[in-house]
């Protein structure tokens, strides 16, 4: 029994140790407040030709000024403040090549910072498999064969019914 209360002490100061060192790691690291750094974004980051996309950046503390942005794969576009961050938008070229296309953002304050974009093909989507129904079947179907079986079921039911009925009320008398 003393065994154990060993072995849960030795865990309980283990576990102890741990989540000092954790709280301590925690309260060290600084939280990084929006605008004190540079870094550009960019949505969606994979888009089809012809498509728009949205920038937001930030330029270190420097977001009450413009900022320029510039890609090959749709040129330069001005960023503008916007809530304590830079804003833009601009449409990618229906005629852009697929490929992956770096963004840099070059702020005013000689800041840089870069993304990627990723410009997709432009390729129609396919049409589906021909698995008939509808207009799409070839061919003469079974639906006459099919109309013509149940008539006659019934035709077979009605006859037997009365049959049946005949011979019970012949039976009874």
Known sequence: MQGLRTINRALSAALTLV????????????????????????????VQAGSRVN?????????????????????????RPDKGFLTGEVTVPGNKQPGDYPVELRCQNGQTASA????????????????????????????????????ALVATAIVLGMTGGRRRTGAGS
């Open 19 to 46: 989540g000092l060192v954790g709280a301590f790691v925690l309260m060290s690291v600084s939280p990084a407040r929006a605008g004190e750094n540079t870094f550009i974004e960019v949505t969606p980051n994979s």
């Open 55 to 79: 920038i937001r950046a930030s330029c270190d503390n420097n977001n009450n000024e413009q900022a320029n942005v510039h890609s090959d794969a749709f040129g330069h576009v001005m960023l």
């Open 116 to 151: 990627m974009l990723t410009v997709l093909n432009m390729a129609s989507p396919s049409k589906g498999p021909a698995t008939g129904g509808g207009g799409t079947a070839g061919g003469r179907g079974t639906g006459s064969l099919l109309v013509l079986g149940g008539v």
